[in-house]
């Protein structure tokens, strides 16, 4: 017994058609067999009556002869002929027993209105079913009016119509079994995949997302499974971000709050110089705008991944722009003897885009070079026009970036050394910002060798100068 559910539907739909339409054949088969005996009897007697009818009115000899001659010379093997008067009495028949009762079935009626008549039921006598052909003879002596008349038993043909329907309704369950059968492992193969990935789902609904559904499902099963493992992934991958959102913003918070607070309760304390004051204050000052940064990064993020960034379009020379940024990080860049050098030609690069966002892009970008150049080093930025693009270069000789680490470089929360403080999100809010602005960003780097990021950006042609205006992204 099948367990109610998809299997035993499919099962039992499969096996209900099938049924149907071998039953549909069965009748059809049976009626067009029987009709096709049935008929070859009637046309082998109705030959026969046809030659009596072309033989009788020929016949010149006194009338008993003539029936004599008729019983003898046209009886068929397992057929009574009978010659009947017009009130259907039996004159004569070819079995020489007497008939009590005179025939009044239709086709003695078609007969006698000069049709061939035909007439299939049981015998009165016998309870066989037999089939009785009839028809009237004319024009023969002493102008007497016969019916001639065939009977002949179906019982012969009924037994044998029986056996064939036996052997057909044998054949007929053979192929509901194998109906059965097949049907049945077809819809293992449909409900199989269907209960893994209603048990894998369970799982994963009960939070356990480290859950696959394994097997190649073709098709919408198929589909299904890569889209639920698809799901799972993401789940785990944002809760992987969240995870580490949640560390690394909390690791970055912890040390400026502690330095601040340390600070704080120093000064507050009383009885220091007025010297030392002045270095707790400016800790306390560098910290406070570290943390606004750490802030300031994470809104940025948030309004990208809610899409809700709003940039500021407009012309921006990124040559303008890059000597800007240049004079920001010299402070910094002289602190471990850097020397930045751009190389570029006396002319206007011109972009369409958000100055102030693409200023953030490129100060990153400069940012970490310094950070992760080695003292005394060169790091070299580069402007120049490529195929209608215009692509800023910022190389460094720097400790560089291992392959292994390259390929998450971009990522969230993604930072190579953790000792060098930071949310990990400044690559990947440029890498965004870039995006938006119809651009790329390229990384190349090697472990010990230094880095080279390279900014492609649409160049602005000069007829389509724009004045400053507030934007969505989608509008860009």
């Known amino acids: 017994m099948i367990k109610k559910g998809i299997r035993r539907q499919i099962v039992l739909h499969y096996f209900f058609v099938v049924f149907l339409a071998l039953l549909l054949v069965e009748v059809i088969f049976m009626f067009a067999l029987r009709s096709y005996y049935y008929d070859s009897i009637y046309k082998h007697i109705e030959s026969r009556i046809e030659s009596v009818s072309e033989f009788a009115p020929k016949f010149k000899e006194p009338e008993q002869s003539l029936q004599s001659y008729l019983l003898n010379t046209f009886s068929l093997p397992f057929t009574e002929l009978q010659l009947l008067d017009e009130q259907g009495n039996v004159i004569d028949n070819s079995t020489n027993f007497a008939a009590d009762l005179s025939v009044q079935t239709s086709d003695v009626t078609q007969a006698l209105a000069g049709d061939t008549g035909k007439w299939i039921g049981k015998q009165p006598s016998t309870g066989?079913?037999?089939?009785?052909?009839?028809?009237?003879?004319?024009?023969?002596v002493g102008d007497q009016v016969y019916v001639i008349r065939y009977?002949?038993?179906?019982?012969?043909?009924?037994?044998k119509l029986f056996t064939i329907t036996l052997f057909s309704l044998g054949i007929m369950a053979a192929v509901l079994v194998i109906v059965f059968v097949v049907s049945t492992g077809l819809a293992n193969s449909i409900v199989r995949p269907i209960n893994n990935i209603r048990d894998v789902s369970a799982q994963m609904a009960q939070g356990r997302f480290d859950a696959r559904i394994e097997g190649d499902y073709r098709y919408e099963l198929g589909e299904l499974a890569s889209t639920l493992n698809y799901m799972a992934q993401e789940i785990v991958r944002t809760n992987q971000i969240k995870d580490d959102f949640i560390s690394s913003i909390s690791h970055e918070l912890r040390t400026p709050l502690t330095s601040i607070k340390g600070w704080s309760e120093t000064l507050n304390s009383g009885g220091y110089d007025p010297e030392e004051t002045k270095i707790g204050m400016k800790i306390i000052s560098?910290?406070?705008?570290?943390?606004i940064g750490l802030v300031e990064e994470i809104l940025d993020f948030s309004k990208l991944e809610q899409n809700a960034m709003k940039l500021v379009m407009g012309t921006v020379d990124l040559r303008e722009l890059l000597q800007e940024i240049m004079l920001n990080v010299w402070a910094k860049a002289e602190m471990k003897q850097i020397k930045l050098q751009l190389d570029s030609e006396?002319?206007?690069?011109?972009?369409?885009?958000?100055?102030?966002?693409?200023?953030?892009?490129?100060?990153?970008?400069?940012?970490?070079?310094?950070?992760?150049?080695?003292?005394?080093?060169?790091?070299f930025l580069s402007l120049q026009r490529m195929d209608g693009n215009i692509e800023i270069s910022v190389q460094d000789t720097g400790i560089g970036i291992s392959a292994e680490n390259l390929a998450r470089v971009r990522d969230r929360f993604f930072q190579v050394d953790h000792q060098n403080g930071g949310t990990g999100l400044g690559l990947a809010i440029s890498q965004q910002f870039i995006e938006r602005h119809h651009g790329q960003m390229l990384i190349r780097s090697e472990l010990g060798a230094g880095t080279t990021i390279t900014v492609s950006l649409p160049a602005l042609q000069a007829e389509q100068s724009v004045e400053p205006s507030q934007l969505t992204e989608g509008q860009i």
């Open 346 to 379: 006396e002319t206007a690069y011109l972009v369409h885009g958000d100055g102030n966002r693409l200023k953030q892009v490129f100060l990153n970008i400069v940012d970490n070079a310094i950070k992760f150049s080695h003292e005394s080093s060169i790091i």
């Open 151 to 159: 009977t002949t038993s179906l019982e012969l043909v009924n037994d």
């Open 128 to 140: 066989q079913q037999v089939m009785a052909v009839s028809q009237k003879l004319d024009n023969i």
């Open 286 to 291: 560098k910290e406070t705008d570290r943390l």
